[in-house]
């Protein structure tokens, strides 16, 4: 069932657990996240980014998404890092049943007064709004954050947002980064800033950046020819920290992604003869699916569907 974003994210603040928030651009990755969420029972948001739309069109993620949602769980389709108020109204108006206003880059009253507009128009629609405040490091789509790190989120100013905009969700900045090489040496998330944050400001808190860029299919990725280095992302422990000190939605996208090209990247290897390119993609449906359920167990949505 197509839900709104708070829907599920509000039981997830109050019983310590966080809802996966999976990146698709496509119908393989689609039925990749919706099979691993009816497989584990859990509650699920699916999001595309403006870059998504772009490649796939809107028309078609929210016909595909409302298919996909009739599922026997909670799936939530949501605008990741709407930037664009056109493209936001858009989303709002055509069936996404939650939007990301991210002004996170802009001068504080400038995101203040522009959140407010995105709440105004969502709450005609019972469309829940995610804002942020304070960037985080990395890349974002096609444009560069930059300064590492500076921006870190001021809790009573995070406060004070939330109040006034009346926003449902707020991402925060406390140490993760877009992409698969968030840190350079040692890995850690700025837990102590999160509890300060969680005390003041009782909306579910969002976390981006989160991937893990997991051992196992970095390994496979780089075996079948994929250049990725020193790759570095969150721990779990990281996460298992954040989502018990108010962190009800996880952004994955990196992990999903390594996955998926880990799977294609196999099956070009193995089945040099096939031209099926449903065949040729099987094998990235399940890597992905896979992933997505890994994530559901450690963010402890299993069961809450
Ligand atoms: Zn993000």
Redo the contacts with the bound molecule.
């Keep these: 069932m197509l839900v709104p974003a708070i829907k599920v994210l509000k039981p997830a603040r109050e019983r310590h657990y966080a809802v996966p928030a999976l990146n698709i651009n496509n119908l393989e990755a689609l039925k990749a996240v919706i099979q691993a969420a009816t497989k584990m029972r859990s509650p699920i948001i699916v999001q595309t980014s403006e870059g998504a739309i772009e490649y796939a069109g809107m028309d078609y993620l929210i016909a595909m998404v409302k298919v996909a949602a009739k599922a026997p769980i909670p799936v939530v389709l949501h605008l990741?890092?709407g930037k664009d108020l056109k493209i936001i109204k858009q989303a709002i108006q055509n069936g996404y049943t939650s939007v990301m206003f991210d002004g996170s880059a802009l001068p504080y009253k400038e995101n203040l007064a522009k959140t407010k507009q995105v709440v105004a128009w969502a709450r005609a629609k019972k469309v829940s709004v995610e804002a942020e405040i304070g960037a985080?490091a990395g890349i974002?789509d096609f444009v560069s954050v930059a300064d590492k790190d500076a921006h870190l989120t001021n809790p009573e100013q995070a406060a004070k947002f939330a109040k006034e905009t009346k926003c449902d969700s707020l991402a925060v900045a406390i140490g993760t980064a877009?992409g698969a090489y968030k840190f350079k040496g040692e890995t850690h998330l700025d837990i102590e800033r999160l509890k300060k944050i969680a005390k003041l400001v009782k909306n579910p808190i969002v976390l981006?950046?989160a991937s893990g860029v997991m051992e196992d299919v970095v390994k496979l990725a780089e075996y079948h020819g994929a250049k990725l280095g020193k790759a570095r992302g969150v721990l779990d422990e990281d996460i298992k920290q954040a989502i018990k000190f108010g962190v009800s939605k996880i952004?994955i996208d990196t992990d999903l992604r390594l996955a998926f090209t880990a799977g294609v990247r196999e099956a070009m290897d193995q089945m040099v003869t096939v031209i099926d390119p449903r065949k040729l993609l099987e094998p990235a449906i399940v890597l992905m699916r896979e992933v997505a359920m890994k994530k559901m167990i450690l963010f402890k949505s299993e069961g809450k569907g």
């Design positions: 990741d890092h985080i974002e877009h981006h950046g952004n």
